[in-house]
């Protein structure tokens, strides 16, 4: 069983940075990947950034430049750090990661970008 606990959201000026983590609980995290979706109002899920167990990253085009997906595998922690945010980037925030066929999600947390 993994669980999975975003925080770091909140209200952000245009322009400015914030950094998210997903904390995750159970074992062997450091052998799956980790991604960071986000759900704007009224929008579909989207998948942001990818991280896999060895490194290697992947970002949406609209993010690619701004955001870095970053793990912490001793402490199980993903990290998202955003930097240069648009009014766009409005989501909530959500981390994922899929073990035996199965998907596990946090609760997500909110990024408003706003002046």
């Known amino acids: 069983q993994v669980q999975l606990v975003e925080s770091g959201g909140g209200l952000v000026q245009p322009g400015g940075s914030l950094r998210l983590s997903c904390a995750a609980s159970?074992?062997?995290?450091?052998?799956?990947?980790v991604g960071w979706y986000r759900q704007p109002p009224g929008k579909q899920r989207e998948l942001v950034a990818r991280?896999?167990?060895?490194?290697?990253?992947n970002y949406v085009d609209s993010v690619n430049g701004r955001f870095t997906i970053s793990r912490d595998n001793a402490k199980k922690i993903v990290y998202l750090q955003m930097n240069s945010l648009k009014p766009e980037d409005t989501a909530v925030y959500f981390c994922n990661t899929q073990r035996g066929g199965v998907d596990y999600w946090g609760k997500g947390t909110l990024v408003t970008v706003s002046s």
């Open positions: 991280i896999s167990s060895g490194g290697s990253r």
């Open positions: 159970g074992s062997l995290f450091s052998l799956y990947g």
